[in-house]
C-alpha cells in the first residue's frame, strides 16, 4: 500500500503524523543542494561567459526553482489557516488549494514568460550567429 492510501501522506493537511511535512523537509533540502550547485557552476562560468548576461539567466533559473518549491506550501498553510479560503465557491480545503494553485500559475507563467524573455534576448544569438559568420563557419 501506498503512503496516500493508508493516510499517512496528505499533502493539503498539515501534522506530524503524516508523511508529507518529512518528505516536503527533504524535498527543500535536496532542492536547496541542487540550488548550491548552480551557484558553484555561475561562479566558475560567469567570467568567461559575461558578454552572454549570465547574471539574468542565473536569477531566472533560481527563480523558477523557489517559485516550484515554495508556493505549494504556502497555498497550503494559507488555505489550512483561514488567510485564503473557497467558501464563496464552496469548495473544500483540498480543492480550495488546487483553485489557488491554478490561479497563482497563471500569473506565474505570465510572469516567467517576461523574466525568461528578459533573461535570453535574441540578441545574443544574432551576436553569435553574426561571429560564426564573421569566422567563416557554415553550422549556425
Known amino acids: 500500500n501506498s503512503l ?7 499533502a493539503r493537511q498539515i501534522s506530524f503524523s503524516h508523511a508529507f511535512p518529512y518528505i516536503h523537509a527533504v524535498e527543500v533540502v535536496s532542492m536547496l543542494f541542487a ?17 552572454f548576461h ?14 516550484g518549491v515554495v508556493h505549494n506550501a504556502l ?21 480550495a488549494v488546487v483553485h489557488w ?17 528578459y533573461a535570453y534576448p535574441v540578441s545574443e544569438l544574432e551576436l553569435v550567429a553574426a561571429e560564426k559568420l564573421e569566422d567563416g563557419d557554415p553550422e549556425l
Open 35 to 51: 540550488v548550491h550547485g548552480l551557484f558553484i557552476v555561475y561562479f566558475a562560468v560567469h567570467d568567461p561567459l559575461e558578454h
Open 101 to 117: 494553485e491554478n490561479f497563482l500559475l497563471v500569473v506565474e507563467s505570465f510572469c516567467v514568460a517576461l523574466l525568461l524573455f
Open 4 to 10: 496516500f492510501n493508508q493516510g499517512l501522506m496528505n
Open 75 to 95: 497555498l497550503t498553510i494559507c488555505v489550512h489557516y483561514g488567510v485564503l479560503n473557497g467558501v464563496k465557491l464552496n469548495l473544500d480545503v483540498e480543492a
Open 54 to 67: 549570465v547574471g539574468r539567466k542565473f536569477v531566472a533559473v533560481k527563480l523558477l526553482i523557489f517559485l
